[in-house]
Every structure is written in structure tokens, then in C-alpha cells.
């Protein structure tokens, strides 16, 4: 084992499978290879690994189903193919984790579900929830309600963003390419594979073009979702999903295909991401006990242990944990509203029910979505 490949560390990855894969050459859905893939995914979550898969091929799926040859270019056409491909997709997922004991869960997303801070910790809530259970998410963009405004455009970049809101340790994406080529392989007898680069290189945006048959972004949309995934500390492998036990290998510190690394340690990138990218929208004043409570102990925000709040933030929105000396302690999304906040502030959290009629999390920031600052 290669004690340096990022990849033998961390536990959560995201697993990205192209269309381009797991259709048999259009021939429908490969169960053969989807159930090899499916075993090793099962022996990682049963080491303890947590791992969503974000899994394309609708559109190919139902295009074999409704006999069509060539993948078409209107959108309601490309609608209706994803909408009767999916069913069989998570069909052929749920019967092979079946076999290993293992629950399966559909989410399919549009990109306004993660632009939308409310939406946003509702799918971070979701998804740890399921992978606390445990059960395997399967992930798909929601092909059959979106326009071109709101669509990810492709899976690439849907599992980086789902790398970034789970704060994942890794993005896999399994291609048809033994991984990223200085230039397409396709058209370049001598093109040379690419082992190891950082995510943020410009240089690899000029050597990825664009997708095959079957799949919609071809590299460009790998490079890219690499960089997207590094803003949250993730590296990123693009590796041959035919190679025999490539995910088993990967996780075994093997040097396969690509590996794109972020510029800096996961946990500084981590922060960096969460305390940029969720701009806050106020700040919540911790007692003693509730600042101990996080920096020594781990724990969630309890309303108990804040005594003031300032901002007009939403659920969902990122706020500001200061201390009783003012200083910066955390950011976190937050489960209340500003005006919900300044009800249950100093109040035990049995008693959020009898106070706002309903209760939405006992904690006013759960410890999975909170980044101390120290
Ligand atoms: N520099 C490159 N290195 C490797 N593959 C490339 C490169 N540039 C373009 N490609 C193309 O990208 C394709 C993979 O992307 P795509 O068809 O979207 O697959 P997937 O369905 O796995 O997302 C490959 O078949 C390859 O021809
Ligand atoms: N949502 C689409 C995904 C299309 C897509 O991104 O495909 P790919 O480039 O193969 O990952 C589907 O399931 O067909």
C-alpha cells in the first residue's frame, strides 16, 4: 500500500460513473460491469467508507429503451429519454446493492437545489442523514424539469458540487479513458496520459476537449469539476471504470489514471471554502460553555448556549460564531431563521416545539455543518 496516495486516506468519497460506461456501446444499461462496480463500492461501505454515487445514464438508458440510435438535441426529447431511462438505472443500482444488503436512495437535483441556501442545507441534511443509516445515495441531475438556465449540463460538475456540500475527501470520476491525456486520445495515436497534476493548473484546460457518443462533457467538464471539487480540499481521480478493481486499487494507494490535487491541505481548503463561498449573514454570540462546547468538545450549537444574534439570516444561511471575547470561534449553516433564533435563544432545545409549534433540528448548528476558525 501507498501510504502517499491521498486516496488510502479520508472516508468520504464521491463516485461519479459516465454515461459513456455504463451503456454496453448503446447497447442499454451494462449490468454486468455496473454490478462489478457495485461490489467494490459495497466493500468500501462495508470498511466504513461513506460513498454517494453520482451515476449518468438516463439519457443513454432510455434511448435504448425507446429504440433510438442517436442521442437527440431537444430538450423535451432528452427529457423524456431521462425520465424512462432513470427508472430502469436505479432499478439495476437498487438490485445489485441488494445482493450485499446494502438500501439505495434516488436524488435527483437541479442546480437551483444547491443555489438556494434553504435547499442547499436540506440536501446537506438529507444526504448525511442517509449516510448515517447507512444507505448508498444515488444521484442524478432531475433531467426532466429543467431548462437550460438550471441545468448542471452534466455529472461532472453535479458531483463536484456534491463533493463540496458533503465536503468530501475525493471525487472519483470513472470514464472510458485510462484517464486525462495531454490532448484527446481519440485523435492522437501518441497522446500521453497525464498521472499527477494540481487541480488549478491552466495548463490542462487546453489539453481536454469535448465528449464522445454517449457522454455530455467529455474532459473539459473533468478538469473543470477537479478544480470545483479542490475549493473544498477534494482531490480528484479520473480513472478507466473497465480497469479491474479500480475503485478497490484506488482506495489500496495505487497510482491509476489521473490524480488532481488541491493547492492546499484539505482542512485549509475546507475553511477557506466554507467561510468564502457562504458569505454570512450574521452572527450568533456564544456563552463560555457553548464555545467550549464546540472548540473542546466536538459538539453541535445548542439555542441554550447563545444569548444574542445579530442579521436578518435565514434557515440555511452561513452565520458568524463569535465568542464572549469577540472572537471569531466558527461558521456554520444555520437550522432557524433569525426570528425563530431569537425565540429559542437560551432555551433548552425540548423546549423548541412548545415555542415555535414545530421543531426542525434540536441543534441550532449541527457539528457536520460547522468549521471552527482556529
Ligand atoms: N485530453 C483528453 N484526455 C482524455 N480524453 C479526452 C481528452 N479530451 C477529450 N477526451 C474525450 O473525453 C471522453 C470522455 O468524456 P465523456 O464522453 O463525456 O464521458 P463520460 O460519459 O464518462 O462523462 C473520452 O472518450 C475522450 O475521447
Ligand atoms: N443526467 C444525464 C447525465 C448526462 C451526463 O452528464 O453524462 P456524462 O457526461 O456521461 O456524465 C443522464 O443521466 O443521462
Not at 308 to 316: A, C, M, S, V
Request: charged share 25%.
Amino acid at each position: 500500500m501507498n501510504s502517499k496516495s491521498p486516496l488510502t486516506r479520508g472516508q468520504r468519497w464521491v463516485v461519479k460513473i459516465g454515461s459513456s460506461l455504463l451503456t454496453n456501446d448503446g447497447q442499454g444499461l451494462d449490468f454486468q460491469r455496473i454490478k462489478g462496480w457495485v461490489d467494490q463500492l459495497a466493500d468500501l461501505h462495508r470498511s466504513g467508507m461513506q460513498i454517494i454515487l453520482v451515476s449518468s445514464g438516463a439519457v443513454a438508458a432510455g434511448m435504448h429503451r425507446l429504440g433510438w440510435s442517436r442521442r437527440p438535441i431537444e430538450l423535451e426529447l432528452l427529457q423524456a429519454a431521462a425520465a424512462v431511462g432513470q427508472t430502469s438505472l436505479v432499478q439495476c443500482y437498487e438490485q445489485c446493492f441488494q445482493e450485499h444488503q446494502i438500501h439505495t436512495a434516488q436524488i435527483l437535483l437541479t442546480h437551483e437545489d444547491l443555489s438556494d441556501r434553504k435547499r442547499y442545507l436540506n440536501a446537506r441534511n438529507s444526504l448525511r442523514t442517509l449516510l448515517s443509516l447507512p444507505v448508498m445515495p444515488i444521484i442524478n441531475e432531475n433531467d426532466t424539469v429543467i431548462t437550460d438556465e438550471i441545468k448542471f449540463g452534466d455529472n461532472d460538475t453535479l458531483g463536484a458540487l456534491v463533493a463540496n456540500l458533503m465536503e468530501a475527501d475525493a471525487l472519483i470520476i470513472l470514464t472510458d479513458q485510462q484517464g486525462l491525456y495531454d490532448r484527446d486520445p481519440r485523435y492522437s495515436k501518441d497522446a500521453a496520459l497525464i498521472p499527477q497534476a494540481k487541480a488549478t493548473d491552466p495548463s490542462l484546460v487546453a489539453m481536454a476537449s469535448g465528449a464522445g457518443a454517449l457522454g455530455s462533457g467529455g474532459m473539459a467538464t473533468k478538469v473543470r469539476a477537479a478544480k470545483l471539487a479542490s475549493r473544498s480540499g477534494a482531490v480528484t481521480a479520473i480513472c478507466a471504470g473497465r480497469e479491474e478493481n479500480v475503485l478497490r486499487r484506488l482506495r489500496s494507494g495505487e497510482a491509476i489514471g489521473t490524480l488532481l490535487t488541491p493547492d492546499q491541505e484539505p482542512i485549509v481548503a475546507r475553511k477557506q471554502w466554507l467561510a468564502g463561498h457562504l458569505k454570512t449573514r450574521g452572527s450568533v454570540f456564544l456563552d463560555a460553555g457553548a464555545e467550549l462546547a464546540l472548540v473542546k468538545k466536538g459538539r453541535s450549537l445548542l439555542p441554550v448556549g447563545v444569548s444574542r444574534l445579530e442579521g436578518n439570516f435565514k434557515r440555511g444561511e452561513a452565520v458568524s460564531c463569535i465568542g464572549e471575547s469577540g472572537r471569531l470561534v466558527a461558521i456554520g449553516l444555520i437550522n432557524y431563521d433569525a426570528a425563530e433564533c431569537g425565540k429559542i435563544l437560551r432555551r433548552a432545545s425540548q423546549e423548541i416545539f412548545d415555542i415555535l409549534g414545530y421543531i426542525s433540528e434540536p441543534e441550532l448548528i449541527h457539528r457536520d455543518n460547522l468549521v471552527l476558525m482556529e
